[in-house]
C-alpha cells in the first residue's frame, strides 16, 4: 500500500508564497501513478481541484490560482509539488495530495493545513 505525504503547509501573509511537496512512502510508486493533483478544502466548503499533473507533463488549474501556483513533478525524488506564490486569504483551505494509478486505485493524502492572513 502506498501511502502519501503531504509537507510544507503553515501560516503565512497575504502576497507570500508557500512550497508544498507530496511524497510517495514506496520507493518507485511515482511511476504507477498517470496523475497526481491538488485538492482543497475550506470550511464549510466542497473539496476544489487546485492543479493537476498529467503523465508528467499536462497541467491544468482550477480558475482561482491561474498563474500564481505552479504544480510540478519530480520522478527521481518520488515527489510532487505545488509552488504558491502570490497567496491571499482565499487560498486558506486543507490542502490534499492525490494520486491515480494506471491500476485504477486512487491515493489520498491526510491533508496539510495552508492559512494565508490578510
Known amino acids: 500500500q502506498v501511502q502519501l505525504v503531504e509537507s510544507g503547509g503553515g501560516l503565512v501573509q497575504a502576497g507570500e508564497s508557500l512550497r508544498l511537496s507530496c511524497a510517495a512512502s514506496?520507493?518507485?510508486?511515482?511511476?504507477?501513478?498517470?496523475?497526481m493533483g491538488w485538492y482543497r478544502q475550506a470550511p464549510g466548503k466542497e473539496r476544489e481541484l487546485v492543479a493537476i499533473i498529467i503523465e508528467g507533463r499536462l497541467t491544468k488549474y482550477g480558475d482561482s490560482v491561474k498563474g500564481r501556483f505552479t504544480i510540478s513533478r519530480d520522478n527521481t525524488k518520488n515527489t510532487m509539488s505545488l509552488q504558491m506564490n502570490s497567496l491571499k486569504p482565499e487560498d486558506t483551505a486543507v490542502y490534499y495530495c492525490?494520486?491515480?494509478?494506471?491500476?485504477?486505485?486512487?491515493?489520498w493524502g491526510q491533508g496539510i493545513q495552508v492559512t494565508v492572513s490578510s
Open positions: 492525490k494520486a491515480n494509478a494506471r491500476s485504477g486505485t486512487e491515493y
Open positions: 514506496r520507493s518507485r510508486a511515482i511511476f504507477a501513478f498517470s496523475s
